[in-house]
């Protein structure tokens, strides 16, 4: 499987702010997946990006709050924007390569918003 | 739609007793499965997936998970319990709808004693 890295692993914003999260793999990878982990919870999909078009969002969640790049193929960032309390997770990002069909995921980010 | 239930959300078991984890998935089409495990404060390791053929499929750290299209589950067994395995477990379904997406399930926790 992809080396999978993210930055930063954790930070602690302030409310109103915004935090974006890079995702680097290792190798080039078609689709980049973003999950959002919620204190004991489960994963959530947020958005599937593809390099060259607008990422593709979940039910419940939008491109104002939740902006997404993907410049390249082995390379996306998160961008939590206007950030409050609520937004306080773990946001993991998941590379998926051509014609593959199992996700591998990075290491996290821990989001805590004050 | 897809989905995945894990009926448990915690479990407790004795230091070198046996395991089972019960997964049930929604989903259409012939699925592919899979288990997550995560540790606390650590990433998601995948243990084991099913796409087709053996039922029966084996995956790290001794874990094994059994597929069984007429009760739409797939659970997860371990014959001998040790206190690393203190983690959550998460289920999980692959769902391919204009792409490819990963599914889970709510996660259960599962506690050691000695």
């Known amino acids: 499987s992809a080396v999978i890295s993210q930055k930063p692993s954790r930070d602690i914003c302030q409310r109103g702010t915004s935090l974006t999260i890079q995702c680097q793999v290792d190798?080039?990878?078609?689709?980049m997946f973003w999950y959002r982990q919620q204190p004991g919870q489960s994963l959530t999909l947020i958005a599937t990006a593809n390099q060259g078009s607008e990422a593709t969002y979940e039910s419940g969640f939008v491109i104002d709050k939740f902006p997404i790049s993907r410049p390249n193929l082995t390379f996306s960032t998160l961008t939590v924007s206007n950030l409050s309390p609520e937004d306080s997770s773990i946001y993991l990002c998941?590379?998926?390569?051509?014609?593959?069909?199992?996700?591998?995921f990075g290491p996290g980010t821990r989001l805590t918003v004050l | 739609a897809q989905s995945v239930t894990q009926p448990d959300i915690h479990i407790t078991v004795s230091e070198g007793a046996s395991l089972e984890l019960r997964c049930n998935y929604s989903y259409g089409a012939t699925p592919y499965l899979f288990w997550y495990v995560q540790s606390p404060g650590q990433g998601l390791q995948l243990l084991l997936k099913y796409f087709s053929g053996d039922t029966l499929v084996q995956g790290i750290k001794g874990f094994e998970a059994e597929f069984k299209r007429s009760q739409s589950s797939f659970n997860l067994r371990k014959p001998s319990v040790h206190w690393s395995d203190a983690a959550e477990y998460f289920c999980?379904?692959?769902?391919?709808?204009?792409?490819?997406?990963?599914?889970f399930g709510a996660g259960t926790r599962l506690f050691v004693k000695a």
């Open positions: 190798s080039q990878v078609t689709m």
């Open positions: 998941s590379p998926l390569g051509q014609g593959a069909n199992t996700q591998y």
């Open positions: 999980a379904v692959g769902v391919v709808t204009g792409g490819f997406k990963t599914i």
